[in-house]
């Protein structure tokens, strides 16, 4: 039997090289090898409370985008969250036994409390819970995320094995965060600190759908110094962030032709940008001309999405029979 593999992206906008690098590249690569269900995450979109009409129009984008990206409907279970109301349910079933204290103790809690003080939601508190419910109700035991993930993916393991102690079942399996190259994946971001991220602002993020010049303008703007001031010297935080996104996106030569240049005081971070810009455009092209072409194509991304829908529930539907069976759940009709 293969193993189970988990895995979401919220909706809350297209995808970005920190998606593509921490999530999307794994997903690619697991598709053919484990039994993997791959879903847009629209319910945790819900938390900042967009705009109907925006709501579902990026579900479609991610859909279209998972699609652009590679990801085969005929390998793996592609589906919307949204549309497997067995998620909800286990979600529900789950936050019985979620206690305040470490949801509020978790790091993403904490960082939404500073972004978004106005909106400290109960969506938020329990969004761990939302997310071991979407792990957990396919039993998944590898989910391949970024490194912003892990602390979700220990909460899903505690969920699930509290679950398992206090009705005394096998119900649910460890799931660990996963990443081919062992290490998980951080991409920083364009302004010199943090992560790429869509919540960071504009101008932090290189979305696989931006055109060339749009690139080329990030990038450029993208935060450097002076320069360095002593042979083989240390990079600041700035300068390592951008050879890690050149690393991401360019050739090992080209990597190594600016490392050199770093360690020997001669580099030009013009130079350097310029180069990361046009590894970026090449890098996002073909996935940015598929998005357009698959934009267009309604019926088969409906198609992929109601297939999916119909796959993740016969799974879905047999963890929650169990879940309800082990809670005591019955029936008097
Ligand atoms: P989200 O939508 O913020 O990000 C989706 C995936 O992209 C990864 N990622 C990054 N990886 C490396 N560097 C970055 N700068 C970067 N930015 C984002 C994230 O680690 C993630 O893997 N809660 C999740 C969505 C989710 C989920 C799940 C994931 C909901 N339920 C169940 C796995 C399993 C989230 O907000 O990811």
Redesign the pocket.
């Known amino acids: 039997m293969k193993e189970i593999v988990?895995?979401?992206?919220?909706s809350?906008g297209r995808l970005h090289l920190?998606?593509y690098?921490?999530?999307m590249r794994n997903f690619l690569k697991m598709q053919h090898e484990y039994n993997c269900f791959f879903f847009i995450?629209d319910y945790?979109s819900l938390t900042t409370h967009p705009a109907p009409n925006d709501f579902h129009e990026n579900v479609r984008q991610v859909l279209v985008e998972y699609l652009a990206c590679g990801l085969d409907p005929d390998a793996a279970t592609i589906y919307v969250q949204s549309d497997i109301p067995e998620i909800p349910e286990l979600y529900l079933l789950l936050n019985m036994n979620a206690y305040v204290g470490e949801l509020e103790r978790c790091t993403s809690f904490k960082d939404k409390i500073r972004k978004q003080p106005d909106n400290i939601n109960a969506g938020l508190l329990t969004y761990p819970s939302l997310?071991a419910a979407?792990?957990l109700i396919h039993r998944a035991v590898k989910?391949p995320?970024?490194?912003?993930?892990e602390q979700?993916l220990e909460m899903a393991r505690t969920f699930g094995n509290r679950f398992n102690r206090i009705y005394r079942t096998e119900l649910f399996p460890e799931p660990y965060a996963f990443n081919f190259g062992t290490e998980l994946?951080?991409?920083p971001g364009l302004d010199g600190s943090g992560?790429?991220?869509k919540s960071e602002g504009e101008g932090n993020a290189i979305f696989l759908s931006d055109p060339e010049d749009v690139i080329r303008k990030k990038v450029m703007r993208a935060v450097t110094d002076s320069g360095p001031t002593e042979l083989n010297q240390k990079k600041p935080e700035a300068i390592k962030n951008l050879f890690l996104l050149m690393n991401a996106v360019s050739s090992h030569d080209t990597y190594s032709f600016f490392e050199d240049k770093y360690a020997q005081m001669q580099i030009r971070y013009g130079d350097m940008k310029k180069q990361l810009a046009e590894d970026m455009a090449a890098f996002c092209k073909p996935f940015r001309e598929r998005i357009e072409e698959l934009s267009k194509d309604s019926e088969y991304v409906g198609k992929v999405a109601r297939v999916g829908a119909e796959k993740a529930r016969v799974s879905a539907q047999e963890t929650v029979r169990n879940a309800r069976k082990a809670i005591g759940i019955r029936s008097f009709y």
């Open positions: 988990v895995s979401g992206i919220r809350t920190g998606n690098f921490g999530a995450a945790h997310m979407d792990i989910v995320v970024g490194k912003d993930q979700h994946v951080k991409i992560k790429m991220g």
